[in-house]
């Protein structure tokens, strides 16, 4: 009978989306998460997938979240942040999670994830009353190149999608980061992909005044991004004058916050930097 149940769900969330779910997104699809497309690049069909706490609607908007998975700009996983966007949406957010141009199921590059993710803010905004969202509080978040990606888009000024409506801003109104890979320098995460043009895309390298109030979380043992580049973040932001938490998790790696106790702390002190900005009820 159960499963009966959830093959009805997951099959009426096909109708509506007027296609099959993808690998993942039916563990969407069958948890209440919608879906719609938000860009069309050549034949690709980017959607993003939307949960909205009950009885949110265009006349009572409330904050949102705009979560980006990991993966190296290279693996999909739409699911990757499901569980903070439920716990999220639980106390009173819109969360949404925008798929990309990914290496490994669209043959995109690291410059293609980034007008993507603008693509993405831009759309979640221009249809935030529709959405039920407040557009002047949607927070963008993410784990190690979804953390570039919700990054980038605070603080790179170029890789632009031609069919963006530019008037809308994608730069969120504060940042959630998970062992974010946001130095692409010769000394930083994914040099070897992006090269010379680095500049273009480093968060690091593009920090400037205005640059949203942002949470950190990084693991002292992390392979990938080591503490030094996140106090040379920390310190770079509070000398164009914005806020930057970092938390240094001892002796953890790279995606640590998934598993228990971090996933609980990070929940906690994620919660504790949304209500400071007033977007979580204290």
Known sequence: MKWNVLLCMVGLASAVLGQAPKGDETD?????????????????????????????????????????????????????FQKQGEHLAKQGMVVVLPDYRSEALYGGTPFDCVEDAKSAMRYVRANAQRLGIDPDRLAAGGGS?????AAATATVPGLNAATDD??????PNALVLFNPVYDNGPDGYGY?????????????????KGTPPTIVFLGSNDKLIPVSTAEAYEAKMKEVGSRCDTHIYEGEGHGF????PHYEDTLAKMDAFLESLGYLEK
């Open 28 to 80: 969407l699809a069958a948890a209440g998460w919608t879906s719609e497309v938000f860009k069309n690049v050549g034949d690709v069909e980017l959607r993003l997938w939307v949960l909205k706490p009950e009885g949110v609607t265009a006349d009572t908007p409330v904050p949102g979240m705009v979560f980006f998975y990991g993966g190296g700009w290279k693996s999909r996983s739409m699911v990757h």
């Open 192 to 208: 070897e992909r992006v090269g010379e043009r680095y500049q273009e895309i480093s968060p690091l390298h593009n920090l400037r």
């Open 166 to 171: 530019r008037s809308v801003s994608c730069v």
């Open 257 to 260: 916050f998934n598993r228990a």
């Open 145 to 149: 190149a979804g953390g570039h990606l």
